[in-house]
């Protein structure tokens, strides 16, 4: 299953399965590959609908103030250069949201979640069932919404290393996230029947739980 069309995200020729750093061991198999939406990602995550408000927040100050002095034509230029700034601030935004999109593969299998990320430096991060402890999930829109996967207590993610696939602010314990996907709520579900199915399966014969 995957939310996204493969000619739609980057494919690195060297890697042996898209979105993967290397083949499938036996028995484990893809569940689901998906990419964030950067239309979605460029006002959940990058908040550039916040960043457009400030800049016209900024213009109809100058506004009024200028009608106030009553210097209109002196305050034309700067205006423009204002508004030319937000756009291309925003503009910044909306493009580096969409090399995201492109660069990013999230790849959900019978034993793990990969993260494949980096516009620069791609990257590949994969997170064992065992070392999930926690499988949240919040709608960021209509259809689209983000995973998080908190890790357990005793590991430590590298925050600028996942970022921006991470929930924000928590430099401490990065916790990775699948950002802007469709469907998340299935997406979350099949990560939770998997690591539930993963967790069973190590129980020893006696019924003793084993220590991730």
């Known amino acids: 299953m995957s939310d996204q069309h493969p000619d739609a995200h980057h494919y690195d020729a060297a890697e ?37 408000i400030y800049f016209a927040v900024l213009l109809v100050w100058d506004v009024i103030s200028a009608v106030y002095d ?11 250069e204002l508004a030319g700034l937000g756009s291309i601030v ?11 999109q492109k660069t990013t593969m999230y790849t959900v299998t019978t034993r793990r979640v990969v993260i494949r990320a980096g516009i620069a430096l791609p990257k590949t991060i994969n997170i064992p ?9 919040r709608m960021r829109g209509a259809v689209r919404g983000d995973i998080l996967l908190s890790p ?36 979350a579900r099949m990560i939770g029947e ?10 020893p014969a006696s019924g003793e739980p084993v220590a991730a």
Request: charged fraction near 20%; glycine fraction near 6%.
């Open 70 to 80: 009553n210097d209109l034509a002196i305050a034309i230029e700067p205006m423009v």
């Open 129 to 137: 069932y065992p070392r999930i402890d926690r499988v949240d999930m």
């Open 194 to 203: 998997s690591v539930a199915l993963v967790l069973a399966q190590a129980q």
């Open 16 to 52: 042996p399965l898209r979105g993967l750093p290397g083949p499938l061991p036996a028995g484990e198999r893809i569940l689901w590959q998906g990419a964030p939406d950067w239309q979605n990602l460029a006002v959940r995550t990058f908040h550039i609908r916040k960043v457009a």
């Open 90 to 100: 925003m503009g910044i935004i909306a493009l580096f949201s969409w090399a995201v």
């Open 152 to 187: 357990l207590p005793d590991d430590r993610l590298a925050y600028l290393v996942l970022w921006p696939h991470v929930q924000a602010w928590h430099f401490r314990q990065g916790r990775p996230m699948l950002r802007s996907i469709e469907t998340p709520a299935e997406v």
